[in-house]
C-alpha cells in the first residue's frame, strides 16, 4: 500500500468514528489542516460523507441586508465598517422598516431560506431593536423566510426582545481562537462575544456564528474555534475566508490559497457534523474555481452580495449548484 492510500484511507476512518458518534479531538482536527494537497480528493470525499448523512444534497441560501453600514466605533481589524478603517464604503444609518421589507422581497425571490439584518456597531440602540420588532412580523406575515439578526453585542434581555417579535436566530461571530483575539481587536473581548451568545441562547434562539479564516492566526487558534463553536452547540456556522479591504488594518493578508479554503471547511465539518456550515465572504475570491468542491463540505451559501464587498451573479451559483446535482431547499 502506497502512501497516499494510508493517508486517504485515514480520513474516511476518522469520518467513521464521527458517524459513530465519537467526537474528533484537537489533534485530529489539526492534522486536516496540515494534510497534503495529494489528500484533498480522498478528504473531500470522507467530510462528504459527514454532508451527506445530515443534510443529503441540499443547499440552503442565505441573503443578508447590510441595514446600517460604517459609523462602527470597535476596532475590529478586519472590517471596513470601523472606526479605524478609511475603506471608501458607504455609511448610513439604520434602515427603515420599508426597506428592509423590500429586502425580504430580494431574498424571497432568490429562493433564499433565511434573511440575515446586520447592522454595524458594537450594540443595537433602542431605536434599531425598534425596527427589528417593527418589521420582522411584517416579513413573517409575506414571505416564508427565517429571519437572522446580527446586531452586535446583545443583553439577555435584548436577546428576548428579538425571540418574541420573531427573530428565529441571531449571528455573533467568534470570529477566531480565543487566543488570538486580542490581536484582532482591543475594544471588546472574546468573553463578550461569548456572553451574548449564552444569552441568546437562554432566550431560546438558535445561534449563527463562525470565523473568518486568513487573519495571521495559527492553525491550532483556527482548530480551538471549532472546539468552541461546537461545544456552544452552535447550529448554522458561517465561515468567511478574509477579504482584505484596502484601509484596514488587515487590508494587506491575502494569503490564503483555495486548497486552505477546503482543509478548513473539512476540519469544521469534522468538528461539527451537525452544523449548517455555510461558505460566507471571500468564496468567490479565494476558492474560485474550486467553489464547487467545497459545496461537497459546506451545505449552505450566501446568494447575493455581502457586506461591503460584492458576491457573484445569483444566476452563477444557481447554475453551480444544478451542475452538481444539488438542491436548493428552505
Ligand atoms: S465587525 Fe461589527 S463591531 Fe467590529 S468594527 Fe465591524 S461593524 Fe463594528
Known amino acids: 500500500m502506497n502512501t497516499l492510500t494510508i493517508e486517504s484511507t485515514l480520513w474516511h476512518q476518522l469520518a ?9 479531538n484537537d489533534e485530529q482536527a489539526l492534522s486536516i489542516l496540515e494534510s497534503s494537497d495529494e489528500e484533498m480528493l480522498d478528504l473531500v470525499a ?12 441540499t443547499v440552503q441560501l442565505y441573503f443578508l441586508v447590510n441595514a446600517k453600514s460604517g459609523l462602527c466605533p470597535e476596532d475590529c481589524g478586519y472590517c471596513s465598517q470601523s472606526k479605524l478603517s478609511t475603506a471608501p ?11 428592509l421589507l423590500d429586502g425580504a422581497k430580494v431574498a424571497y425571490e ?9 447592522i454595524s456597531g458594537r450594540a443595537p440602540n433602542e431605536r434599531e431593536l425598534q425596527t427589528v420588532e417593527t418589521v420582522v412580523p411584517l416579513v413573517k406575515e409575506k414571505y416564508d423566510l427565517k429571519i437572522c439578526a446580527c446586531l452586535g453585542l446583545l443583553t439577555e434581555e435584548n436577546a428576548a426582545r428579538m425571540k418574541a417579535c420573531g427573530v428565529d436566530k441571531v449571528n455573533h461571530n467568534l470570529n477566531t481562537g480565543r487566543e488570538h483575539y486580542a490581536e484582532i481587536c482591543s475594544t471588546h473581548t472574546y468573553q463578550d462575544r461569548v456572553d451574548t451568545l449564552n444569552n441568546v441562547r437562554r432566550a431560546g434562539l438558535e445561534l449563527c456564528s463562525g470565523g473568518i479564516v486568513g487573519m495571521g492566526e495559527s492553525r491550532r487558534d483556527f482548530v480551538s474555534m471549532a472546539m468552541e463553536l461546537r461545544s456552544l452547540q452552535v447550529e448554522s456556522i458561517p465561515l468567511n475566508f478574509l477579504h482584505a479591504i484596502e484601509g484596514t488594518p488587515l487590508g494587506k493578508h491575502d494569503d490564503i490559497s483555495p486548497q486552505d479554503c477546503i482543509r478548513s471547511l473539512c476540519m469544521m465539518r469534522f468538528v461539527n457534523p451537525t452544523s449548517e456550515i455555510r461558505i460566507a465572504g471571500g468564496r468567490e475570491k479565494h476558492l ?3 467553489q464547487p468542491l467545497s459545496l461537497y463540505v459546506a451545505n449552505s451559501i450566501f446568494v447575493g452580495d455581502y457586506l461591503t464587498t460584492q458576491g457573484q451573479p445569483p444566476q452563477a451559483d444557481y447554475d453551480m449548484i444544478r451542475d452538481m446535482g444539488f438542491e436548493i431547499t428552505r
Do not use: N, W
Open 288 to 290: 474560485r474555481t474550486l
Open 46 to 57: 470522507a467530510a462528504f460523507r459527514l454532508r451527506h448523512k445530515f443534510f443529503g444534497k
Open 110 to 118: 432568490r429562493g433564499s431560506k433565511t434573511y440575515c439584518i446586520v
Open 16 to 24: 467513521s468514528q464521527v458517524l459513530d458518534g465519537k467526537p474528533i
Open 89 to 99: 464604503i458607504q455609511k448610513y444609518r439604520m434602515l427603515t422598516p420599508e426597506q
